[in-house]
């Protein structure tokens, strides 16, 4: 074979197997590389072109064109494949970027109520609009707010039965104690009006948290209490019954039964301890209601004369109601809430199951 055929089979090859290469390269960081090995200063065909000078001159015009040739369809070749693998990875990537439209977004949670904060809003919301007005009053209390105007001397058994949370303050000779009830807002509302020289119709609902040194699977040392009141000129146990009715109908969301039932606190005469038909089992008897039918839900009465008298409220012209029930107990009986303890607990999924209204 002559030195030019030898050079023209071997571009020929040379060509065959660069543009296999180009066809297969996996993407565009191979190409390039092909593009250095064949075309590059130190490429395949450069050192095919040495072979050239050794060529009589007569031939190396021939061979010139020949190699300009396979130059051309290389870089062709190179073009094409680059362009083809670009789009392809452009496509892919496109592809992986994707959004799908279809999924549903990334939820927030928000925040909720404390389901003992939301009961207690429910139930001031019910009273508020029967017109009885808001009040408040400190959570540290003294024995006269607490115990004293209340009925409940110092001598008083009851004293004994609050299991009350005592304790002085440094310098001064006070005893002070974490209210047990929120009844001393009794106290502290009729004063305010007194001392403001206002007189009776008074109608007051007053809620917050009150402490008991008790702890078991329905007693927690803190807890919640609503406290309702009127005073006005004749104020009987019919307004009572009235308003209890209304309120728990209006709380539980159902015409529920109740009644009342004879029983003794110092600072009502008379008092009584409010039922309502169980709300488990429709008034039929339950494990829940112990097979009676009933639940006892609040404490009530008509104000002691002695506790109007405590305030200078004019016990025979004036007469009141009054009652104080447990938020968390109601909570519990209208959303089937088994252990008190889970409202202190803060267990996200019991909030959660809870604060989703
Ligand atoms: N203060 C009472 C208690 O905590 C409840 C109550 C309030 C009873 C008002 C009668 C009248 O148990």
């Known amino acids: 074979m002559s030195e030019i055929d030898s050079l023209k089979a071997q571009l020929q090859a040379l060509q ?3 543009l296999a290469l180009f066809a297969d390269a996996a993407d565009l960081k191979a190409l390039q590389a092909l593009r ?31 190699v300009n040739a396979t130059k051309n369809a290389l870089a062709e070749a190179l073009d094409k494949a680059e362009s083809l693998l670009a789009s392809k990875e452009k496509e892919a990537r496109i592809d992986a ?7 549903s977004g990334r939820t927030s949670t928000p925040g909720a109520l404390h389901p003992v904060q939301q009961g207690l809003h429910e139930m001031t919301a019910i009273f508020s609009q029967m017109g009885f007005a808001l009040a408040e009053g400190p959570e540290i209390e003294d024995e006269f707010h607490n115990f004293d105007a209340l009925n409940i001397p110092a001598e008083h058994p009851a004293r004994a039965n609050h299991d009350t949370f005592f304790f002085d303050i440094e310098g001064t000779a006070d005893t002070k104690l974490l209210r047990t009830h929120t009844s001393p807002v009794q106290i502290r509302a009729m004063q305010a009006c ?12 007053a809620a917050g948290r009150v402490y008991r040194c008790d702890y078991d699977v329905t007693h927690s040392p803190m807890f919640h209490q609503v406290e309702v009141f009127k005073v006005d000129k004749d104020v009987s146990l019919a307004h009572l019954k009235g308003v209890l009715q209304h309120f728990l109908s209006a709380y539980f969301e159902k015409d529920v039964p109740i009644r009342l039932r004879p029983h003794y606190f110092p ?23 112990k097979g009676s039918g009933w639940i006892e839900v609040l404490g009530s009465g008509m104000i002691h004369p002695n506790v109007l008298k405590a305030v200078g409220i004019d016990s025979s012209i004036y007469s009141g109601f009054a009652f104080g029930l447990g938020v968390e107990r109601l909570v ?6 088994p252990d008190l303890r889970l409202f202190f607990e803060n267990d996200v999924r019991f909030l959660r199951r809870m604060g989703a209204k």
Request: net charge neutral; with cysteine; hydrophobic share 40%.
């Open 16 to 18: 065959e197997k660069a």
């Open 36 to 66: 250095v090995a064949y075309l590059g200063k130190k490429g395949e065909l450069t050192s095919v072109l040495k072979g050239v000078g050794k060529l009589p001159p007569q031939d190396r015009p021939v061979i010139g064109q020949f």
């Open 97 to 103: 970027e994707r959004i799908d439209v279809t999924l």
């Open 194 to 205: 007194v001392d403001a020289g206002g007189e009776p119709p008074l109608a007051v609902v």
């Open 267 to 289: 600072f009502t005469e008379p008092s009584a301890e409010v039922d309502i038909g169980c709300v488990f089992c429709n008034h039929k008897g339950c494990r829940i209601c």
């Open 332 to 337: 519990m009986l209208k959303h089937g809430i």
